[in-house]
């Protein structure tokens, strides 16, 4: 077949349009690597660098064995020209589980904190799953992205990358899926989401299951990935991957290139294709529900009549009430507590990071608190006393996760997970936070989801490793483990302790369901089984009644009750089984299927030496010759950029260049930034002139400062305080050197954000603030430039709309002050001194999920209304306007970036004049 080939000079004028600036994929590149305070070494195979403190030495061995292991079996599906050398980093300062490749320059990270959905080792997922990433890049590096890579560098893969997300993650968790005995694509937990679209009356197009919905929930980028490519490669191409992105880089444009390379996999477009598995797929899971059983239920708590909600961690209290974490659309995260009825007794506000649990008074959870700067978090375990409505963290912030009550909440249990990959059961006494207890985990598990016995001797656990997921329990008093529950095919969650045993929700049948062990038994029984998915389950003591969480569909789930059976129920050997296996049919394609086995992995023991960020961490990685004007045919400017960082974003080096062909004058610029620790230090130096035999003249400049990020940020909450400082000199060489002017600057910005929801338009409440002054200390003129803004934002008289509050006052000496803007529907007027207001009441009206074609993809309609004033005090005028905007967020070419068009009419109340003014991204061009 004929390739179609884009020539590289009309993706590098898309690449003018849209600037791939700090462009990141899979990660949060621009963030900085907490390097100090660690002795680095460097382990060097055949294909990786991997980079590791040295106290975690044996993690970084074998991680390099698990990716070398991995390379030939990754080549069996993708097949790039050449693979490039990555450097991996274990970080032990970012406490969440989860790992990205990026550029600018290219590196991986690998985060220590196993995951709790995948019932595996944790290292040998991350190693399949960001090792496809390297891949899939590695595979982009052909036809025209080749040919833009030579011409701007890494960021030459820009365009490479706006490809939907979910041709590279759906690729790459259908590889953790073949290549290890876990993965996503085994757990009906993780394709819930799909399923429930499947089986819904309308499923979402495919422009909102790509872009996202205000309208409806959408699983994202990994699960429909999945489907898409197993369906893809199991009824159409074995290499459909290959063929995708083979086509991605010699098409790299929005739209047509996704379009291309699923077609010619397929023979399908993308939308075609959704279609097509949704309709599949449904049919599978609707024979699956006319097989399996279906139980009824007493539905406790109301369906989501608008959006989505849902219920996680059900816990029961020991005073009778029912504890869960919830979201929805609407409200965000908080925990309810609900009566035994499901009324809604009383709302927390938190921020849960994955666990709740209840005993006594108290309501225990743990919230991961990150660094505003570096790359670095830890978690906080919060206790919440329901006598008094306060709240306390019970340790210092630290490695500790998974945190449980016990019946009366005078111990807790918490997990604190070691840098090194091992873990501790701390028991806790919560009137003091003393840890009284220690167990070790054994090697090579992690244990999560505790529950007490009543009695408080025993605790259950779900543990994840190399062997697969187990159900287990520890005896305070011996400090020995005895497995319950086991299994490499299917996945457990929850497990509760009853009376005469233990419930747990188990995926045996191909659906989450609830079983019951005995004491004393060996199977466990099926004892309540739905459509889609029942977990959570428990039992208040010496009762019969059983209270669990519901999946019901698109809108999410519900919690419900039902009897425990009081006889037995069906045995685990005769529940029927049928299981959405739909990556079985590919396993015949991959020779490496099922190779992370412990068996399997090598224990070569790789040289290791020093590493310092600074030096073998500083990587050449973009340049470009492009143009430096949106206007080139009336001002026609071209420039040269070279741009150096290290891998840890702990200092850059960028050099740029710049020509005016009409003016005839050029410019030349060095920036240096230096960020290892809590200050950023910044150097600037530029100069500009111009030598054309008739006038010659050169202007130099330079800058220096300093700027001391603090800030936080959890959940959807964060503060920040940014104290920053810089020098500017500018001198003509040929002037005198008298003549040099000097301008120092000092600016301070704060802010407190609170709770935001998924359709709220501004956070729930917030303050920031901003002061700037700049002075010549040199000259003795006075302080020439003074600002101070401040703005506040309150919640509106319904969920999701907002008010916004703001003042500023400016005064400038030099007729420059530009910071604060003139009232909306006013022109902007040079004064030295003024004074502002602003106030906006904001609201969302309607989410119409509309797509023209795959051109645009409408996803809200909001309003606003506003009043603005302010006083020029030099002149002595005032100046106000009120009035009414209507904006329409969407997204163009179906890339994943929000826009935003509107309208604004004013009213000048000082002229009387009126007017309607465009808005394109909330402002007026």
């Not at 939308?271 to 406790?300: C, H, M, N």
């Not at 912030?397 to 604190?416: C, E, F, H, V």
């Not at 001002?635 to 062909?661: C, E, F, K, W």
């Not at 309003?863 to 997204?891: H, I, K, P, T």
Request: proline share 6%; hydrophobic share 35%.
């Amino acid at each position: 077949m004929q390739k179609l080939r884009i020539p590289a000079f009309l993706v590098i004028v898309f690449l003018w349009l849209c600037p791939p600036s700090g462009l990141s994929i899979w990660g949060q590149s621009s963030s900085v690597l907490a390097v100090s305070g660690h002795q680095w070494r460097l382990i060097k195979t055949e294909h990786y660098d991997i980079v590791c403190p040295a106290d975690i030495l044996a993690s970084g061995q074998y991680v390099a064995n698990l990716l070398e292991l991995l390379v030939p079996y990754q080549q069996q599906s993708l097949h790039p020209e050449k693979n490039y050398r990555y450097t991996i980093i274990l970080d032990e300062e970012m406490f969440t589980a989860n790992g990205f490749v990026t550029i600018l320059p290219r590196f991986s990270m690998f985060f220590g904190l196993p995951s709790t959905e995948l019932g595996f080792e944790w290292y040998p997922l991350l190693a399949v799953h960001e090792g496809r990433h390297m891949f899939q890049l590695d595979t982009g590096r052909q036809g025209t992205t080749k040919v833009l890579t030579w011409l701007l560098g890494e960021q030459g893969l820009a365009p490479f990358f706006i490809s939907p997300s979910w041709l590279f993650e759906g690729d790459a968790v259908v590889t953790e899926t073949l290549l290890s005995p876990s993965g996503r694509g085994r757990n009906p937990f993780f394709s819930l989401p799909f399923k429930a679209i499947a089986l819904s009356q309308q499923p979402p197009s495919y422009q909102a299951m790509l872009l996202g919905s205000y309208k409806t929930k959408t699983p994202g980028a990994y699960p429909l990935g999945y489907m898409l490519y197993t369906r893809a490669r199991s009824e159409y191409d074995s290499q459909a991957s290959d063929t995708v992105f083979s086509a991605l880089a010699h098409v790299p444009l929005p739209v047509l290139g996704p379009y291309i390379g699923v077609h010619r996999a397929t023979n399908l477009s993308p939308a075609e294709l959704y279609r097509e598995t949704v309709e599949t797929y449904g049919d599978f899971w609707r024979r699956q529900s006319e097989i399996l059983p279906k139980d009824t239920l007493t539905r406790l708590t109301p369906l989501a009549q608008d959006g989505f909600q849902i219920y996680r961690n059900l816990r029961l209290s020991s005073d009778g009430m029912l504890i869960a974490w919830f979201y929805s659309f609407n409200r965000g995260n908080e925990i309810h507590i609900l009566s035994k009825e499901g009324k809604l007794l009383e709302r927390v506000a938190a921020e849960p990071l994955g666990n709740i649990d209840a005993g006594g008074p108290y309501i225990i959870w743990d919230e991961n608190i990150e660094d505003a700067k570096f790359m670095k978090s830890s978690n906080r375990i919060m206790l919440y006393d329901r006598r008094t409505g306060k709240r306390r963290s019970l340790v210092g912030k630290g490695r500790y996760t998974a945190p449980s009550l016990n019946s009366d909440g005078t111990l807790a249990g918490l997990l604190r997970w070691n840098e090194d990959q091992s873990g501790e059961l701390l028991i806790v006494e919560t009137e003091t936070g003393t840890t009284l207890e220690r167990f070790d985990l054994p090697q090579g598990e992690f244990w999560f989801s505790f529950d007490w016995s009543d009695d408080g001797k025993r605790i259950c656990y779900l543990s994840s490793g190399i062997l697969g997921q187990t159900i287990g329990e520890i005896d305070r008093e011996t400090g020995k483990t005895k497995t319950l529950a086991a299994s490499t095919e299917f996945t457990f969650q929850s497990p509760r302790f009853i009376d005469g045993g233990i419930l747990f929700t188990s995926s045996y049948s191909g659906v989450p369901a609830v079983y019951r062990l005995r004491s004393g038994d060996t199977e466990p029984e099926l004892v309540f089984h739905r459509n889609l998915a029942t977990f959570d389950a428990d039992v208040f003591s010496g009762e019969q009644l059983i209270y669990f969480i519901d999946y019901y569909g698109i809108r999410g789930n519900c919690i419900g009750s039902a009897e425990l059976p009081s006889s037995k129920g069906i045995p685990e050997s005769l529940v029927p089984v049928m299981r959405e296996d739909f990556f079985r049919p590919l396993l015949e394609q991959e020779p490496g299927a099922g190779i992370l086995q412990a068996d399997n992995i090598p224990k070569e023991v790789y040289p290791d030496e020093a590493y310092n960020f600074s030096t073998k961490g500083l990587k050449l990685h973009s340049w470009s010759l492009q143009p430096r004007s949106a206007d080139m045919l009336n001002n026609p400017t071209i420039g040269l950029t070279l741009r150096a960082d290290t891998i840890a974003h702990t200092m850059s080096h960028q050099a740029d260049m710049v020509y005016n062909l009409n003016e005839e004058t050029f410019g030349a610029e060095y920036t240096f930034t230096f960020r290892q620790f809590r200050p950023d230090i910044f150097f600037q130096a530029d100069s500009k002139g111009r030598d054309n035999g008739e006038d010659r003249w050169t202007e130099i400049g330079g800058t220096a400062g300093m700027a001391l990020p603090f800030g936080a940020s959890w959940g959807t909450q964060s503060w920040a305080l940014t104290p920053e400082v810089s020098l500017r000199g500018e001198r003509d060489l040929d002037a005198e050197a008298s003549d040099a002017q000097m301008e120092l600057s000092y600016q301070v910005e704060a802010s407190r954000l609170g709770p935001s929801t998924f359709r709220s338009l501004q956070p729930r409440w917030g303050v920031s603030g901003s002061i700037g002054y700049t002075d010549d200390p040199f000259t003795g003129t006075p302080g020439d430039h003074f600002v101070l803004e401040a703005s506040m934002m309150l919640p509106g008289l319904q969920a999701n709309h907002g008010m916004r509050f703001g003042a500023a006052f400016e005064q400038c000496s030099n007729d420059d002050s530009g910071l604060v803007s003139f009232p909306r529907g006013w022109d902007y007027r040079e004064t030295e001194k003024l004074a502002a207001m602003k106030s906006e009441y904001i609201f969302p009206i309607a989410y119409p999920d509309a797509a023209l074609g795959a051109l645009a993809f409408f996803k809200r309609l909001r309003g606003g209304v506003y009043y603005d004033m302010l006083q020029d005090m030099e002149e002595d005028s005032f100046y106000s306007s009120a009035g009414a905007e209507l904006n329409l967020d969407f997204n163009l070419l179906q890339l994943p970036i929000e826009l935003s068009v509107g309208i604004r009419e004013y009213y000048r109340f000082e002229s009387g004049e009126s007017g309607v003014q465009i808005l394109l991204l909330g402002s007026s061009p």
